[in-house]
């Protein structure tokens, strides 16, 4: 029997050095346009790069969809020594990639009836999907079957929450919440919403604050209220915000029982229009299913 693969796309986050640590696949999760020129994250733009572009012009920094051939292609780079796939995608409430890698999955295995791709909804997306696909690599690590390996992301699904502080309201109006004009005025304003990754795996509004420093706070304030114990593992997305990021980093070990901590960069799919400076936390228990 060979060992189950875990796939993902580039919104749950997971930094290189662990995705070549568990052999975990990665395919994007848009295409990304700007100014005429197509990209592809992670492989020929690098988030760096791309939140560049974001904040030189917003206007022209657009993506698209996967189309299922697409992912068909991405399908048929899976070794051929490997037989149980499971692909854990972005929430199907923020985003169509898990419906195109359902479809995808049907036609490839039609072709291919010696594999099994598994299709698994995180309901979440940046560090909260990297902590269930984390989660699931790990089983896949231990040897565990297909459908074991199923049971912890399903653990991990339910116990992993997610907040995000946004820095500035200046890029919101890209998600059609808010008009340009609207935007730009909360932003001279200084307004940092904080929201959260419901039930629904869609994001919703829970605060808002005017300071960064205040926001860390209440960031810490909402992880002691959604968790059920001080000792939890955590996974931080970044949005071109290092020095941000390392700070709260810093508060997260100073207030918790910091069983690990990943940092990693907050995908440009997602953050153009959280914009540069968003900051995503997801945490969770020791999961049962893998102690």
Known sequence: MSKVMIMTDTVASVPDELTARYGIMVVPAAIIS???????????LNATEAYNLITKDPDRFVTSPLTPAHLVEEYSQIPADVTDVLFITISSGLSAVNKVATLAADVYCQNSPQKRI???DSNSCAGGQGMVVLAAARAAEKGMTLERVVEVAQEARQKTKGLMILDTLRYVYRT?????EDALKAAESNIKPINKIGVNGTVEFVDAVTKREAGYKRLLELVSQEATTRSLHFMLSHAAAPEMVERFAGMIKENFDCLSLVVSDYSPVMGYGAGPGCLFVAFHPELDLLK
């Open 118 to 120: 598994k299709i698994f």
């Open 176 to 180: 059609g919440r808010m008009s340009k």
């Open 34 to 44: 700007f100014n005429g020129s197509q990209y592809i994250e992670g492989r020929t």
